[in-house]
């Protein structure tokens, strides 16, 4: 049994939830987001407390009752509070620029290197070399920091690249002189 998908989620106020044939629809002040689910779970809502139950019990139907749960879970934050990612670059003249609808990223290349921001994300520069990614749905604000992350990842002897806030960077020592 999934200890997760037997958590039973409070539903916060101002939020409501909707379910339809294999469809979860969840409307907040944030927003909207609408899950298909597995026909091995079914969801309930009751009152403000919405569970999720196993049709059978196979073990995959177990693994979709978690799945489901944590999904579900994150859409009810995301359009009632939101999610937010901080990126930061370190390095000599590493930074980011934010223009219009893309993100500028000079991180030591020959030529900055432009990021179109998808449908849904909000980017907000805190500093010429902090960044806040923020939006509705967790999947893709997380997506997106790891591809801006990904343009240069920190590098173990220098810690030079771009990180996310509070990450920390394992060092190595190098070489040591013979």
Do not use: C
Request: proline share 3%; aromatic share 4%; charged share 25%.
């Amino acid at each position: 049994m999934s200890r997760i998908g037997n958590r039973e989620l409070v539903i916060p106020t101002g939020v409501t939830v909707n379910i339809e044939s294999g469809k979860v629809s969840v409307k907040g002040p944030k927003g909207e987001l609408s899950l298909n689910t597995s026909n091995l779970v079914s969801v309930e809502v009751n009152d403000t407390i919405l569970t999720t139950k196993v049709v059978d019990g196979s073990t995959r139907a177990n693994v979709m009752q978690g799945t489901t749960n944590s999904l579900i879970n994150n859409m009810l934050i995301g359009v009632s509070e939101g999610f937010s990612k901080g990126l930061e670059a370190v390095g000599v003249g590493y930074r980011f620029n934010v223009q219009g609808n893309k993100i500028v990223v000079s991180a030591g290349y020959s030529h900055p290197v432009e990021v179109i921001i998808p449908d849904g994300i909000k980017a907000e520069l805190v500093s010429n070399t902090e960044i806040t990614l923020s939006g509705i749905d967790k999947q893709k604000v997380t997506e997106f920091a790891a591809n801006v992350r990904k343009i240069r990842e920190p590098e173990p002897y220098k810690g030079k690249g771009i990180r996310y806030k509070g990450e920390y960077v394992r060092r190595k020592e190098g070489k040591k002189a013979a």
